[in-house]
């Protein structure tokens, strides 16, 4: 039997779409103060997770809410079980859209909406791939579960608690990254480092907030400071900013001035793609005399956080040949003149080195700075997937029939669900030479590439399973 397997998705386009666009209006953002027994992470992502199983029930897909943290849909029987991990929960959107970003538009054939290609696109791509596969009744031999996540953005606990109670897969993939295919994954390990509050005569530093997750450069930051005129500023702002790549501001207020940068959010995954707004605006206060705990946690993210994702500053650049190198991103900075600060980096680090090694050149730099590093308990191990792998032959296969495009597979910083599996990868759902949107205002997919990708993922699927 001869599939034309995008023709056939074509036909399904409307009926995507219009489920696509019912994910996308749901603000999935973890909000755990707005959380409850029955929804931990908050309303948002317990309303996408019941959402996208009540599409799979009235499909006819059997489904399994596991406790309003995870669930999955399930098709087909037999001995072995192929996964596909996807997620329901977004980042929160930030500023600098030009539309509402839980109000899906389409533009220029584009699909405009927070979560549209960071997972509800992809996810929803490989869900209309495995519906394709009941609907035409294909023999199988082999079970199907895709595996929906709300804390993937977070800590994975949906994840952890999902397999405390079921089993993993015995292989399978993820659609949460790019074609044609990635079988390897960094490691993924946090640290805070803790500063200690107070200023010292003069210019006073009051508070500063940079971020929102570690895992994004952050984009926004603002400082108010006080004991400096206005008027002097803006003038070192000025000349401050004149030949770099951010937009700022300064303004007074009740007696204090509020100093604003602009920058440009990223994955954390490669911190080059932003500008970090965190950084440039502690750079900038560094011409400031402030003492203390204040100048401490300023000379720390000017000195040594500033362009330094290789973590050149403290004599740790490392780079594996299969994996590549070692990266750090600056994520989230909060300081209060009379609490102290904190500065959340996350590092995403190859084969050859490790958490240890990370914390220990972080510690001979903090205690120059009179600041502790602490471990915020997160740690993956670096995730790899031989591509002699039947399953990655398998889907780097379909891959090049499908686009005619040679298939081969890259290691990424981005960790994906597909690390979860011993025999897992992740697979698209975004295209070569695509822009990357992911974790940014103005986030999109391409319609063209939504329906792409959910034809490779129905053929992709098939073949596993057959």
Same mark, same amino acid.
């Given at each position: 039997?001869?599939? @034309?397997?995008?023709?056939?998705?074509?036909q399904?386009?409307d009926?995507?779409?219009?489920?696509?666009?019912?994910?996308?209006?749901?603000e999935s953002?973890?909000?755990?103060?707005?959380g409850?027994?029955?929804?931990p992470?908050?309303?948002?992502?317990?309303a996408?997770l019941?959402?996208?199983?009540?599409?799979?029930?009235?499909?006819?897909?059997?489904?399994?809410?596991?406790?309003? #943290?995870?669930?999955?849909?399930?098709?087909?029987?037999? #001995?072995?079980?192929?996964?596909?991990?996807?997620?329901v929960?977004?980042?929160?959107?930030?500023?600098?859209?030009?539309?509402?970003?839980?109000?899906?538009?389409?533009?220029?054939?584009?699909?405009?909406?927070?979560?549209s290609?960071?997972?509800?696109?992809?996810?929803?791509?490989?869900?209309?791939?495995l519906k394709l596969?009941?609907?035409l009744g294909?023999?199988?031999s082999?079970?199907?579960?895709?595996?929906?996540?709300?804390?993937?953005?977070?800590?994975?606990?949906c994840?952890?608690?999902?397999?405390?109670?079921?089993p993993?897969?015995?292989?399978?993939?993820s659609?949460?990254a790019?074609?044609?295919?990635?079988n390897?994954e960094?490691?993924?390990?946090?640290?805070?480092v803790?500063?200690q509050?107070g200023?010292?005569?003069?210019a006073k530093?009051l508070?500063?907030?940079?971020?929102?997750?570690?895992n994004?450069?952050p984009?926004?930051a603002?400082?108010?400071?006080?004991?400096? @005129?206005?008027? @002097?500023i803006?003038?070192?702002?000025?000349?401050?900013?004149?030949?770099?790549? #951010?937009?700022?501001?300064?303004?007074?207020?009740?007696?204090?001035?509020?100093i604003s940068? #602009?920058?440009?959010?990223?994955?954390?995954q @490669?911190p080059?793609?932003?500008?970090?707004?965190?950084?440039?605006?502690?750079?900038?206060?560094?011409?400031?005399?402030l003492?203390?705990?204040?100048?401490?946690?300023?000379?720390?993210a000017a000195?040594?956080?500033?362009?330094?994702?290789?973590?050149?500053?403290f004599?740790l650049h490392?780079?594996?040949?299969t994996m590549?190198?070692?990266t750090m991103?600056?994520g989230?900075?909060?300081?209060?003149?009379?609490?102290?600060?904190?500065?959340t980096?996350?590092?995403?680090?190859?084969?050859?080195?490790g958490?240890?090694q990370i914390?220990?050149?972080?510690?001979?730099?903090?205690?120059?700075?009179?600041?502790?590093?602490?471990?915020?308990g997160?740690l993956?191990?670096p995730?790899?997937?031989?591509?002699?792998?039947?399953l990655?032959?398998?889907?780097?296969?379909?891959?090049e029939?499908?686009?005619g495009?040679?298939?081969y597979?890259?290691?990424?910083?981005g960790?994906?669900y597909g690390r979860l599996?011993?025999?897992?990868?992740?697979?698209g759902?975004?295209?070569p030479?695509?822009?990357?949107?992911?974790?940014?205002?103005?986030?999109?997919?391409?319609?063209?590439?939504?329906?792409k990708?959910?034809?490779?993922?129905?053929?992709?699927?098939y073949e596993?399973i057959?």
């Amino acid at each position: 039997m001869q599939i @034309e397997w995008q023709k056939e998705i074509s036909q399904r386009k409307d009926a995507l779409l219009a489920d696509l666009t019912e994910m996308l209006k749901i603000e999935s953002v973890r909000n755990e103060k707005l959380g409850s027994k029955n929804a931990p992470f908050g309303p948002g992502p317990r309303a996408a997770l019941d959402k996208f199983l009540e599409i799979g029930k009235r499909d006819g897909f059997a489904v399994l809410n596991v406790d309003g #943290i995870a669930g999955h849909l399930e098709y087909g029987t037999g #001995i072995e079980t192929m996964g596909i991990l996807a997620h329901v929960d977004v980042m929160p959107a930030g500023k600098g859209w030009d539309t509402d970003p839980f109000e899906p538009i389409i533009k220029d054939g584009k699909l405009f909406a927070r979560g549209s290609s960071d997972d509800k696109g992809p996810g929803m791509a490989a869900y209309y791939g495995l519906k394709l596969i009941k609907e035409l009744g294909l023999p199988t031999s082999k079970k199907v579960r895709m595996i929906i996540g709300t804390d993937e953005e977070s800590g994975w606990r949906c994840m952890t608690h999902y397999f405390e109670k079921m089993p993993l897969p015995d292989f399978g993939f993820s659609p949460d990254a790019f074609f044609p295919l990635i079988n390897g994954e960094k490691g993924n390990v946090s640290f805070n480092v803790d500063f200690q509050g107070g200023n010292g005569a003069g210019a006073k530093l009051l508070d500063f907030s940079a971020g929102l997750r570690e895992n994004m450069v952050p984009r926004d930051a603002i400082a108010h400071i006080s004991g400096i @005129e206005l008027k @002097e500023i803006k003038e070192l702002l000025t000349e401050f900013a004149d030949d770099k790549p #951010i937009e700022v501001e300064a303004l007074e207020q009740n007696e204090r001035i509020e100093i604003s940068v #602009i920058g440009r959010a990223a994955h954390a995954q @490669e911190p080059k793609n932003g500008e970090n707004a965190g950084t440039y605006l502690a750079l900038f206060l560094k011409q400031i005399e402030l003492g203390s705990g204040a100048e401490q946690f300023i000379d720390f993210a000017a000195d040594y956080l500033h362009e330094d994702s290789r973590m050149d500053n403290f004599g740790l650049h490392f780079s594996d040949k299969t994996m590549g190198d070692l990266t750090m991103n600056a994520g989230i900075f909060n300081f209060a003149a009379a609490q102290g600060g904190r500065v959340t980096l996350n590092f995403r680090f190859p084969k050859g080195i490790g958490a240890s090694q990370i914390e220990e050149a972080l510690a001979k730099v903090a205690t120059k700075v009179n600041a502790q590093v602490n471990t915020t308990g997160k740690l993956q191990e670096p995730h790899y997937v031989s591509i002699e792998d039947p399953l990655v032959k398998t889907l780097l296969g379909v891959y090049e029939r499908q686009t005619g495009n040679k298939g081969y597979g890259m290691v990424v910083g981005g960790g994906t669900y597909g690390r979860l599996m011993k025999r897992g990868v992740a697979f698209g759902a975004m295209f070569p030479g695509t822009p990357d949107t992911m974790h940014q205002a103005n986030e999109y997919m391409l319609i063209e590439d939504i329906l792409k990708a959910a034809a490779i993922y129905a053929e992709a699927i098939y073949e596993l399973i057959k």
